[in-house]
C-alpha cells in the first residue's frame, strides 16, 4: 500500500524559514512526479511546487517562486520543500503528492495519492 507522510511544519514568525518532508513508502517513486499542495481553511487546495519524473524538470507557482525550492532524495523516496522567507498567507495545511505518470503538473487532479498534511503557520 502506497502511503506518504508529511513532516516539519510548525509555527514560524514572518521571514523565516521551514523544511518539509515527505517519505513515501509502499513502492518506487523514481518514474513519478512528487509535488506539494496547499490548503488553508475555507479554500481550494492550492498548487505550490512538483518535480517530474526523475527529476528532469521542476515547476513553482507564482506566489511561492524565489522563495521555495523542491527537491528529491531518491534513495529515500523524499522529497522536500524548503520554504525561505515564510509570509503570513503561507499559513496553511501542506500536503505531498505523487502522480504516477511523471508530468511537471500542478493540477490536482493528476495525482495518485496523497499525505496527511502538516501544518504551517506564520505570524506576523
Known amino acids: 500500500q502506497v502511503q506518504l507522510v508529511e513532516s516539519g511544519g510548525g509555527l514560524v514568525q514572518a521571514g523565516g524559514s521551514l523544511r518539509l518532508s515527505c517519505a513515501g513508502s509502499g513502492r518506487t517513486f523514481t518514474s513519478a512526479s512528487m509535488g506539494w499542495f496547499r490548503q488553508a481553511p475555507g479554500n481550494e487546495r492550492e498548487f505550490v511546487a512538483t518535480?517530474?519524473?526523475?527529476?528532469?524538470?521542476?515547476y513553482y507557482s507564482d506566489s511561492v517562486k524565489g522563495r521555495f525550492t523542491i527537491s528529491r532524495d531518491y534513495a529515500k523516496n523524499t522529497v522536500y520543500l524548503q520554504m525561505n522567507s515564510l509570509k503570513p498567507e503561507d499559513t496553511a495545511v501542506y500536503y505531498c503528492a505523487v502522480d504516477l505518470n511523471g508530468r511537471v503538473s500542478g493540477v490536482p487532479s493528476e495525482y495518485d495519492y496523497w499525505g496527511q498534511g502538516t501544518q504551517v503557520t506564520v505570524s506576523s
Open positions: 518535480s517530474s519524473r526523475y527529476g528532469g524538470s521542476r
